[in-house]
């Protein structure tokens, strides 16, 4: 082969083993971030969604040890850390009382302790004694229709109770697995 003709092969399998080079190294980097994922899930027991929901909620609770009920108007606003895509956190007295809730206004002020899932489940009932229990935290488990949608999913809701004075209160927040 004549100098003239294998410079350019060389240019060409040089550009190859480049592009090939850098797709081995975001192939191993995308493997690096689901390795570092299931090492963190490991570690603490909970999936990113988890630790995602439970952090809302200890933060939210967070700001109304700060703020008493002033927080609330902040839990309220759309396309804020407490309130964005399908994600929202929501307020009750421990009596069933929806005090926030972000996605429809309108409902609060309502007594939610008959609420029941798509199946009937008595979720409701589940997020009072959730709160009220020993622990004062927890998860529920219950099928609802994502937000635009008609069929129910299933939803983990994680649940703390606080206080504001002596007003018990129960914080949630939740999300859907398979999003």
Request: glycine letters at 8%; proline letters at 6%.
């Amino acid at each position: 082969m004549s100098s003239s003709k294998s410079i350019p092969c060389i240019f060409i399998i040089s550009f190859l083993l480049i592009v090939a080079a850098g797709c081995t190294s975001t192939e191993d980097s995308s493997i690096y971030e689901e390795e570092e994922e299931i090492v963190e899930e490991i570690e603490t027991g909970l999936t990113p969604q988890e630790e995602y929901t439970i952090s809302g909620v200890n933060e939210a609770i967070d700001l109304m040890n700060d703020k008493g009920e002033q927080a609330f108007p902040e839990f309220r606003e759309n396309n804020s850390e407490w309130f964005h895509d399908d994600f929202y956190i929501f307020v009750w007295k421990t009596d069933g009382t929806r005090v926030v809730y972000p996605p429809d206004v309108s409902g609060e002020g309502e007594d939610m302790s008959d609420l029941e899932d798509y199946n009937g489940k008595p979720i409701g009932q589940l997020f009072i004694d959730t709160a009220l229990s020993v622990e004062g935290e927890g998860w529920v488990d219950y099928y609802w229709p994502k937000p635009g949608e008609n069929e129910p999913s299933m939803k983990h809701t994680y649940i703390k109770r606080t206080y504001i004075g002596d007003e018990a209160y129960l914080v949630g927040s939740g999300y859907y697995p398979d999003t």
